[in-house]
């Protein structure tokens, strides 16, 4: 079992950066991939980030490419999204997922949801 909780949501204004963390308990966690999904109102539940159990595969949805970086702490057991040149399309619910077989763009592959966090850009 992973648990799943994230922080470092809040107000920028565009243009401006945030840096999301999840803490991740349990002993696997180290062998999952994770992802960073976001949920606009009105809008499905999308893949922004994800990251291979090792970290050496990521992918970045394409609006988000060169903007934000997933990265991951296996001694901390933590996974982060460092956004930069935030834009208010942006402005969503941000949510942690941990997938046991490994990452996928489907979120079907992912077992374990965090509580989320709101992330609000303003024009």
């Known amino acids: 079992q992973v648990q799943l909780v994230e922080s470092g949501g809040g107000l920028v204004q565009a243009g401006g950066s945030l840096r999301l963390s999840c803490a991740a308990s349990g002993r696997t966690f180290s062998s999952y991939g994770m992802g960073w999904f976001r949920q606009a109102p009105g809008k499905e539940r999308e893949l922004v980030a994800a990251?291979?159990?090792?970290?050496?595969?990521?992918y970045y949805q394409d609006s988000v490419k060169g903007r934000f970086t997933i990265s991951k702490d296996n001694a901390k057991n933590t996974v982060y999204l460092q956004m930069n040149s935030l834009k208010p399309e942006d402005t969503a619910v941000y949510y942690c997922a941990a997938a046991p077989s490994g990452w996928a763009r489907s979120r079907l592959n992912y077992n374990y949801w965090g509580q989320g966090t709101q992330v609000t850009v303003s024009s």
């Open positions: 990251l291979s159990w090792n970290g050496g595969t990521t």
